[in-house]
């Protein structure tokens, strides 16, 4: 297993959730570092995202309720979901951008990019 998320479940319409990610591995730092979800009969769509250095994004339907934060130490990435609606209802996928390294003639040098993601879990949110 690489990326293993968990902490989905079922909550009330203004309850709150915990999802954690963690690689394990995955001989590569991490760049980005996100959360996506798919509600039924939709696509999947980008939740929130979080920088190496910790800058975050989110989508504008969570933003204000929702936090992603990451432990680069541990090589995990959570969110926080705080006023949780009927409409947040979706599987939920973790996802990590690696970056590999390789030796160069002199140093190590930055390779191409890998993308992890997680298995899914399910988030419902009743009302």
């Known amino acids: 297993v690489q990326l293993q998320a968990s902490g989905g479940g079922l909550a009330l319409a203004g309850g709150s959730l915990r999802l954690s990610c963690a690689a394990s591995?995955?001989?590569?730092?991490?760049?980005?570092m996100a959360w996506y979800r798919q509600r039924p009969g939709k696509q999947r769509e980008l939740v929130a995202v979080?920088?190496?250095?910790?800058?975050?994004n989110y989508a504008e339907s969570v933003k204000g309720r929702f936090t992603i934060s990451r432990d680069n130490a541990k090589d995990t990435v959570s969110l926080q979901m705080n006023g949780l609606r009927p409409e947040d209802t979706a599987v939920y996928y973790c996802?990590?951008?690696?970056?590999?390294?390789?030796?160069?003639?002199?140093?190590?040098?930055?390779?191409?990019?890998?993308?992890?993601w997680g298995q899914g879990t399910q988030v419902t949110v009743s009302s």
């Open positions: 979080i920088t190496e250095g910790g800058s975050a």
């Open positions: 591995q995955i001989p590569y730092s991490f760049n980005n």
């Open positions: 996802y990590a951008e690696a970056q590999t390294m390789s030796m160069g003639p002199h140093f190590p040098q930055k390779g191409p990019t890998r993308d992890y």
